[in-house]
């Protein structure tokens, strides 16, 4: 008897259809332990301020229109684009490896998942507000009252903290309205320029929690996806270095170098170059951002002159 044909890149043995399905099946199995999976905030400002890390880590990834799944060029990791309350619990069960996602959310869903780093975006903060024409003493008059928002656990927590007993409501989304419609006393909410609190009628009154951008890991991270995280890790610590220094060039007259040289705190020890000028260096060297105005009055102050200041793109130290 004829045994039928295998659709199998048109093979006509069993046994190699089957070693070939195998074969697909191992490849495949080693292929997902090499590539690394970061779940990202598929819209908004956090997915913007995600992709725009990951682009500066020199990591190419084109997720198009409307895209839930999106695989780099020139790295192997592949890209979830999911909603940022998802992103804690898709992480916690291994779907995803790692994910970035606020802080808030990443402590109110009190997933079981590794805190790796903060990364510095997408600033904000969980805060208490009320109608802006009532007074506000302390966070002890909301004691007996109620709060709408879309934090419980982290409102909670913070009302045993400060032992006042509170009614939480908890909603999601259009929070704001909560206290003109009578439904509650104030709210919890995220703030970032306060403006929406404003158009409101409302006030902000106690900030309960400040958030960032985190990343989180997976806690049964194999040694393969490991070893990518790393070089991954590596490179956004070139790039947030660089963005809390900046490269400076000064000319100084000669005979106050020494001086120049210990106002200058420098990585490790300014470059100082002769210039054609007699009398005068030239000095090279990076400082913090956080000291930039001081270090430079000072510099000023010492003769400095003609200073250059260059943003730097990556960072190694």
């Known amino acids: 008897m004829l045994r039928p044909k295998c659709d199998l890149r048109g093979c006509t043995d069993h046994k190699s259809h089957i070693y070939l399905i195998n074969f697909s099946i191992t490849l495949l199995k080693k292929q ?54 998802d992103i804690p619990g898709y992480v916690q069960d291994g779907i995803a490896d790692i994910g970035i996602v606020g802080a808030n959310e990443a ?119 490991q070893a990518i995280l790393d070089k991954l890790l590596f490179r956004i610590d070139a790039v947030q270095t660089a963005k809390n220094n900046k490269y400076i060039l000064l000319n100084a007259p000669t005979e106050n170098i020494d001086k120049i040289i210990d106002i200058l705190p420098g990585m490790k020890s300014p470059t100082v170059l002769p210039l054609a000028m007699e009398g005068w260096s030239s000095v090279h060297t990076v400082i913090q951002e956080d000291d930039f105005w001081q270090i430079i009055e000072a510099l000023k102050a010492e003769g400095a002159q003609g200073i250059l200041v260059v943003p730097i793109e990556k960072m190694i130290i």
């Not at 956090?46 to 999106?70: F, W």
Request: proline fraction near 2%; charge should be neutral.
């Open 107 to 225: 402590e109110e869903k009190d997933k079981q998942v590794d805190w790796i780093k903060k990364l510095g975006f997408s600033k904000c903060r969980l805060s208490l507000a009320i109608d802006k024409n009532l007074p506000y003493a302390g966070v002890q008059d909301f004691e007996g009252k109620s709060l709408a928002t879309s934090y419980p656990k982290i409102l909670g927590d913070f009302l045993k903290a400060n032992e006042v007993n509170a009614e939480i409501h908890e909603i999601s989304g259009s929070v704001e309205i909560a206290p003109s419609i009578g439904l509650a006393y104030g709210i919890c909410d995220i703030v970032s320029s306060g403006s929406t609190l404003m158009s409101n009628g409302l006030k902000e009154v106690e900030e309960i929690y400040k958030s960032e951008a985190v990343l989180l890991a997976t806690k049964a991270m194999s040694e393969e996806k």
């Open 32 to 85: 997902m332990k090499d590539i690394l999976r970061i779940a990202v905030q598929k819209k908004g400002r956090l997915s913007d301020d995600s992709l725009k890390l990951i682009k500066e880590c020199g990591i190419k990834v084109n997720n198009g229109t409307g895209k839930l799944k999106a695989t780099a060029s020139n790295f192997p990791v592949e890209f979830l684009f999911l909603r940022d309350d």
